[in-house]
């Protein structure tokens, strides 16, 4: 194939009990990487992927190195088969594995990464609170607008531009139930919680940030061999410093992941390849650029399937 590939790796919300199991056992690639992942972190981590239970695996420290470690195992083996991207992006977590993915991250570091961004969120969360909340059926410019609004109530912002009637508001609780029935006035065809641990990519997110971007700071990171499109400003990156600094914004920063998608379109991107568990950017791949092919790799069935393409 001469098409130029996308890779695409998912973020929090995407892990299920079972994630990597069917290919674990299918591929020994796939099983040492989960088993490096183990001995990096001094975790379970593949049991709990593979058995749950559905709760220890969705608390943020082990949800998110668990998507890191499916990722990277999935990223390995379309390598194996010849499969190169020409640039990657990562949805909120999903950027760390884009990094290794790039070549600016070694697999190791970016497991204890997000194991201490998972815990610090969480227990940022545990101590400020907040809240996520999914609204559907609204244009970008409607919710910013009923965010303005709900303001009064307390903080209050919009965390995730996933596509064009899917974005995602984060806060305190009062202010976000405000802006909730002011989305439902304004036409919103639903309005969804999340199950997080706290106000990701929302000013309330500040104290973790600040420990993040100190962490990130002894960090070594080099050059990307590719493009990273960050999820800050939907800009493409290489500069290891560039990189880190828009890591460093990204905690307390909106997620522009449509700005993101459609900045790769652009940029000559003719297939993308979800590279992680589930399939929830091939999804809103049919809503933010229908005209592009979109492939997920989440099983056994769906990488073979996609590696047919792709060949």
Partial sequence: MNRKIAFLFPGQGSQFVGMAADLAEAYPLVAATLAEADEVLSLNLAQVMREGP???????????????????????????????PAMVAGHSLGEYSALVAAGSLEYPEALRLVRERGLLMA?????????????????ASVVEAVVAQARQEGVVVVANYNSPGQLVISGE?????????????????????????????????????????ERLAETPLQEAVVP???????QPRQAAQALREALGRQITGSVRWAESVSRMVAAGAECFVEVGPGEVLTRLMKRIAPE????????????????????
């Fill in 54 to 84: 559905a709760e220890a695996l969705t608390a943020t420290e082990v949800a998110q190195p668990a998507i890191l470690a499916h990722s990277v195992a999935l990223w390995r083996l379309l390598g194996e088969a010849g499969i190169a």
């Fill in 123 to 139: 227990e940022c969360g545990a101590q400020v609170g907040g809240v996520m909340l999914a609204v559907l059926g609204l244009e």
């Fill in 173 to 213: 609780a009062a202010a976000v139930r405000r802006a909730e029935e002011l989305a439902r006035a304004a036409g919103a065809r639903g309005a969804v919680p999340l199950q997080v641990s706290g106000a990701f990519h929302s000013p309330l997110m500040q104290p973790a940030a600040h420990r993040l971007r």
């Fill in 228 to 234: 990273v499109v960050s999820n800050v400003d939907a």
């Fill in 292 to 311: 592009v092919e979109a492939l997920s790799t989440s099983t056994v069935e769906g990488l073979e399937a996609a590696l047919e393409r792709l060949r």
